[in-house]
């Protein structure tokens, strides 16, 4: 299984960036996918998740209104659009994909993780 993320760099605050990860190796329209970032020094957070099937999606309350969460299953690839970018936004992004049954915002809950894409925001 092989998550790539890409789309990942330097803005200033206020643009916008949209990350995609490319996944193969697994049945992707089966698993939910999750973006979660790490700041340096500070633990993994949970961004966003959408379910296999694209009707349900949840935000961390720290980007609700400014990211969006999406999946094309025929290109086996989810993406996650970012506006109204913020210097706290500043990260490595990751993707996941998980097979746990409801919404999942924990990382221990996800099978299977990408290399991570890194997006600075400047301020």
């Known amino acids: 299984v092989q998550l790539q993320a890409s789309g990942g760099g330097l803005v200033q605050a206020g643009g916008s960036l949209r990350l995609s990860c490319a996944a193969s190796g697994l049945t992707f329209s089966r698993y939910d996918m999750g973006w979660f970032r790490q700041a340096p020094g500070k633990e993994r957070e949970f961004v966003a998740v959408?379910?296999?099937?694209?009707?349900?999606?949840y935000y961390a309350d720290s980007v609700n209104g400014r990211f969006t969460i999406s999946r094309d299953n025929a290109k086996n690839t989810v993406y996650l659009q970012m506006n109204s970018l913020k210097p706290e936004d500043t990260a490595v992004y990751y993707c996941a994909a998980t097979n746990t049954v409801g919404l999942a915002t924990i990382s221990s809950l996800y099978n299977y993780w990408g290399q991570g894409t890194l997006v600075t925001v400047s301020s």
């Open positions: 959408i379910n296999w099937s694209e009707t349900t999606i």
